[in-house]
């Protein structure tokens, strides 16, 4: 079954901050963030591997809530270059891997 | 260097086709997989191969067949295209199968327009 993410998409003016959410009925074993701008590839960000972790990446951080069975994204005083539709992944054990429906940002100055 | 690359760029064609998507990857990887994205962004999982093995064959019409002559690449045919079958199509390859949490890496896709 798809994650949920939420927002579908949301629209910022630089400097603003920007919370993703990434949620699963089922449980979640890890989760991986990716970012996809507009006419390329999506790019991998980051792995959530157990419950609590945090990351980072530049201003882009995320967190893992195993027990809430979801993932935040949060990007930090966004940047034009944070402008891309992003997705997490999720693993739910096994084989079985699948992508959320994405939410689009936008950044403008 | 380009880590997984796939051709071409862009396909058009009409319906009733057949047609070949090719990728290779120099990253040393032993995972393969094609991806389909529709125009709503959805990407969903067609095909993965592990050393060059089958290991997930997702709901896709018998007329897609994935072929993998070694590790390093992986193909996608598609017999009898359809209208539907228009979208973006992405190779990509992790170190080891994502469910073991690899990172994908992606190709830059392919842009398939059947008319």
């Known amino acids: 079954q798809q994650p949920v993410q939420s927002p579908q998409a949301v629209i910022l003016r630089e400097g603003e901050d920007a919370v993703i959410n990434c949620s699963s009925s089922k449980a979640l074993y890890s989760v991986h963030w990716y970012r996809q701008k507009h006419g390329e590839a999506p790019v991998f960000l980051m792995i959530?591997?157990?419950?609590?972790e945090q990351k980072g990446h530049d201003k882009i951080s995320a967190s893992f809530n195993e027990k809430k069975q979801q993932s935040s994204l949060y990007l930090t005083a966004s940047q034009l270059s944070y402008s891309g539709t992003y997705f997490c992944l999720k693993n739910t054990g096994g084989f079985k891997t699948i992508f959320g429906a994405g939410t689009r940002l936008f950044v403008k100055a | 260097d380009t880590a997984v690359s796939q051709t071409p760029k862009y396909l058009v064609t009409q319906m009733g086709n057949d047609k070949s998507i090719k990728c290779e990857q120099n990253?040393?990887?032993?995972?393969m997989y094609w991806y389909k994205q529709d125009s709503k962004k959805f990407l969903k999982i067609m095909f993965s191969y592990n050393n060059k093995e089958l290991i997930i064959n997702e709901t896709v019409p018998n007329r897609f067949s994935p072929k993998s002559p070694d590790k390093a690449h992986l193909n996608l045919h598609i017999n009898s295209l359809e209208l539907g079958d228009s979208a973006v199509y992405f190779c990509?390859?992790?170190?080891?199968?994502?469910?073991?949490?690899?990172?994908?890496?992606f190709g830059n896709g392919t842009r398939l327009t059947v008319t």
């Open positions: 990509a390859s992790s170190q080891d199968w994502q469910g073991n949490n690899s990172p994908l890496h």
């Open positions: 990253l040393g990887h032993d995972t």
């Open positions: 959530l591997l157990k419950g609590g």
